[in-house]
């Protein structure tokens, strides 16, 4: 069964940080682009940060470039969001999204063949 899981989120005040995980099972993250994507309580999904399948390109939404850092370690099948300075409106539900395209990575969910089940993320004193 090929799936990913997210995990790491949680509840954290204003200028908290978290790390999100998202971990493959039943296939290899090697040369999948993967995109961090969310979706706040009544607003579009966004994408948020996404990394190219050789881990060369990234990039970032303009609402959280300087305080989010995406990277992968092939080894553990996993990729992370290192997510600094945590704002409340960065409370969404947060999913992961594996892609099998090669260059620049890019937020067109379409690309996306496989989706994790979400991890939420509330910044709130």
């Known amino acids: 069964q090929l799936q990913l899981v997210e995990s790491g989120g949680g509840l954290v005040q204003p200028g908290g940080s978290l790390r999100l995980s998202c971990t493959a099972s039943?296939?290899?993250?090697?040369?999948?682009?993967i995109g961090w994507f969310r979706q706040a309580p009544g607003k579009e999904r966004e994408g948020v940060s996404c990394?190219?399948?050789?881990?060369?390109?990234?990039n970032y939404a303009d609402s959280v470039k300087g305080r989010f850092t995406i990277s992968r370690d092939n080894a553990k099948n996993t990729v992370y969001l290192q997510m600094n300075s945590l704002k409340p409106e960065d409370t969404a539900v947060y999913y992961c999204?594996?892609?099998?395209?090669?260059?620049?990575?890019?937020?067109?969910?379409?690309?996306?063949?496989?989706w994790g089940q979400g991890t939420q993320v509330t910044v709130s004193s």
């Open positions: 039943g296939f290899t993250l090697d040369y999948y682009a």
């Open positions: 990394i190219s399948g050789s881990g060369v390109s990234t």
């Open positions: 999204a594996a892609g099998y395209y090669s260059g620049t990575c890019y937020y067109l969910p379409t690309l996306y063949a496989y």
